[in-house]
């Protein structure tokens, strides 16, 4: 989701702050460096005092195996830099595991969770759906598996996840690395090598050649260009399980917050520092120290949440109820639906009405926020009823009570707060103007 947000507003007012930061460190542009504290050789007082910053924390995480030195490049780094929590869930038992880490917005205090998906295949072998950063303690964490890794899956051409398959192929380097087609990044299409990724594999739509083609298939989205670059996710569905995984389509906001995410993530969130002030309305917003507490942890993770979906929601001093109409049921986020799939709704209809047509699911399994998800082909038509209006189908095209049921519930779940979006409109608005991202297409089929 978040390299949505960078591919799609370049010129935003939220990235440029980001810019700035990246500036300073423009040797990191677009990838990463290997031992960096180590080959550092301060030459002057100030870098005296970053290679100290970076060894005092290296010490106090390398015991617990979380330490790992992310400065990823263009056009924001992702957080958090020095010290990433893995928790490890069963999601099906003996079968599939979920492994989360907490992913920070460049320099802000906006996060959420990052997932990677790990399925065992009848060969004993695992399957990694969406690698996240390679600390000691995620890799011991599969280790403890027992199992071999046979095959590594890059399932999107976003730089949130692309960024970390070079590194964990390393750890397993008898892997094959799959990825999704038409791969490339901006400001700079370079290639899979320079992200360290080489001798890849293409992941085709409806490929029954992958070696894992009995267990796990596969449907790509390769849109149109929705702006600089295309649109690119592979769906797969687990057979065994029926378990959907999906990397940024469609969320399921928790009502609580991920576990991985630090309670210094959340009370840095619950803080009203400028963008809540922006926000507030005209309303006082006290200026006061945070208490640590379920409460201002609760409100620090609903802020982060109207952050990741608007970028600019209506009111960050009182989010309850924004949030209360955004959580809990499956969705498409705001900024996916928006910048990305009303510009082409009939590649997106077609992607998943084969994906409902095909796959019997009773879960899914998404990249980010509550996993695993109990929800039926049904729900998941529902979370796309958008599309209908889009393309001129609507319920009268389909008049079984059923799925006049699903349109209704679309609908629902499609609602999001006006207010709310009054920011992310204005942004597709202007993006439009410049030539950056299409029109949103209305009232007929492409």
Same mark, same amino acid.
């Given at each position: 989701?978040?390299?949505?947000?960078?591919?799609?507003?370049?010129?935003?007012?939220?990235?440029?702050?980001?810019?700035?930061?990246?500036?300073?460190?423009?040797?990191?542009?677009?990838?990463?460096?290997?031992?960096?504290?180590?080959?550092?050789?301060?030459?002057?007082?100030?870098?005296?005092?970053?290679?100290?910053?970076?060894?005092?924390?290296?010490?106090?995480?390398?015991?617990?195996?979380?330490?790992?030195?992310?400065?990823?490049?263009?056009?924001?780094?992702?957080?958090?830099?020095?010290?990433?929590?893995?928790?490890?869930?069963?999601?099906?038992?003996?079968?599939?595991?979920?492994?989360?880490?907490?992913?920070?917005?460049?320099?802000?205090?906006?996060?959420?969770?990052?997932?990677?998906?790990?399925?065992?295949?009848?060969?004993?072998?695992?399957?990694?759906?969406?690698?996240?950063?390679?600390?000691?303690?995620?890799?011991?964490?599969?280790?403890?598996?027992?199992?071999?890794?046979?095959?590594?899956?890059?399932?999107?051409?976003?730089?949130?996840?692309?960024?970390?398959?070079?590194?964990?192929?390393?750890?397993?380097?008898?892997?094959?690395?799959?990825?999704?087609?038409?791969?490339?990044?901006?400001?700079?299409?370079?290639?899979?090598?320079?992200?360290?990724?080489?001798?890849?594999?293409?992941?085709?739509?409806?490929?029954?050649?992958?070696?894992?083609?009995?267990?796990?298939? *596969? &449907?790509?989205?390769? #849109? !149109?260009? %929705?702006?600089?670059?295309?649109?690119?996710? $592979?769906?797969?569905?687990?057979?065994?399980?029926?378990?959907?995984?999906?990397?940024?389509?469609?969320?399921?906001?928790?009502?609580?917050?991920?576990?991985?995410?630090?309670?210094?993530?959340?009370?840095?969130?619950?803080?009203?520092?400028?963008?809540?002030?922006?926000?507030?309305?005209?309303?006082?917003?006290?200026?006061?120290?945070?208490?640590?507490?379920?409460?201002?942890?609760?409100?620090?993770?609903?802020?982060?949440?109207?952050?990741?979906?608007?970028?600019?929601?209506?009111?960050?001093?009182?989010?309850?109820?924004?949030?209360?109409?955004?959580? *809990? &049921?499956?969705?498409? #986020? !705001?900024? %996916?639906?928006?910048?990305?799939?009303?510009? $082409?709704?009939?590649?997106?209809?077609?992607?998943?009405?084969?994906?409902?047509?095909?796959?019997?699911?009773?879960?899914?399994?998404?990249?980010?926020?509550?996993?695993?998800?109990?929800?039926?082909?049904?729900?998941?038509?529902?979370?796309?009823?958008?599309?209908?209006?889009?393309?001129?189908?609507?319920?009268?095209?389909?008049?079984?009570?059923?799925?006049?049921?699903?349109?209704?519930?679309?609908?629902?779940?499609?609602?999001?707060?006006?207010?709310?979006?009054?920011?992310?409109?204005?942004?597709?608005?202007?993006?439009?103007?410049?030539?950056?991202?299409? &029109?949103?297409?209305?009232?007929?089929?492409?």
């Amino acid at each position: 989701m978040v390299a949505v947000i960078a591919v799609c507003h370049p010129k935003s007012d939220f990235l440029q702050s980001s810019l700035s930061c990246i500036n300073q460190t423009s040797s990191f542009l677009g990838g990463f460096l290997k031992d960096f504290s180590l080959q550092l050789k301060p030459r002057s007082r100030k870098k005296d005092f970053i290679t100290l910053v970076v060894a005092s924390a290296s010490n106090s995480s390398t015991s617990n195996g979380r330490f790992y030195l992310n400065f990823t490049g263009f056009p924001f780094p992702l957080g958090p830099f020095l010290n990433r929590c893995t928790i490890r869930t069963e999601a099906v038992k003996g079968c599939i595991w979920l492994f989360e880490q907490e992913q920070a917005l460049g320099f802000s205090s906006v996060s959420t969770n990052i997932r990677m998906t790990v399925i065992k295949l009848k060969s004993g072998g695992l399957w990694i759906h969406a690698p996240i950063a390679p600390t000691k303690e995620c890799i011991q964490l599969v280790k403890e598996l027992e199992a071999p890794v046979e095959y590594i899956v890059l399932p999107t051409f976003a730089y949130e996840h692309k960024i970390f398959v070079g590194p964990f192929s390393r750890k397993f380097p008898r892997a094959q690395i799959w990825v999704a087609p038409r791969q490339w990044s901006w400001p700079l299409n370079l290639p899979l090598e320079f992200f360290g990724i080489f001798r890849a594999k293409t992941l085709n739509d409806e490929d029954m050649s992958t070696p894992w083609a009995d267990e796990i298939k *596969q &449907k790509v989205l390769s #849109s !149109p260009e %929705v702006g600089i670059g295309p649109y690119v996710e $592979v769906a797969f569905y687990h057979k065994r399980s029926r378990t959907l995984l999906i990397t940024d389509a469609v969320i399921y906001v928790p009502r609580q917050p991920p576990e991985c995410i630090s309670k210094e993530s959340l009370l840095a969130s619950a803080e009203n520092g400028l963008a809540v002030k922006l926000l507030s309305k005209g309303k006082y917003v006290p200026d006061e120290p945070v208490v640590d507490n379920n409460m201002n942890r609760q409100k620090g993770w609903e802020r982060m949440v109207l952050q990741i979906l608007f970028l600019g929601p209506s009111n960050l001093l009182e989010p309850n109820e924004s949030f209360a109409q955004m959580s *809990q &049921k499956l969705i498409v #986020s !705001p900024i %996916v639906k928006t910048l990305v799939f009303n510009k $082409v709704p009939g590649k997106v209809r077609d992607w998943i009405d084969r994906i409902v047509k095909d796959w019997p699911f009773k879960r899914i399994i998404p990249a980010h926020f509550a996993a695993p998800i109990n929800a039926s082909r049904g729900d998941f038509l529902a979370a796309f009823s958008f599309l209908d209006e889009l393309l001129g189908e609507r319920f009268a095209t389909r008049p079984s009570l059923s799925l006049l049921f699903t349109y209704l519930m679309g609908k629902a779940a499609s609602y999001f707060p006006p207010d709310d979006m009054k920011t992310l409109s204005s942004l597709d608005q202007f993006l439009v103007s410049a030539g950056v991202v299409k &029109k949103t297409v209305s009232g007929k089929k492409q």
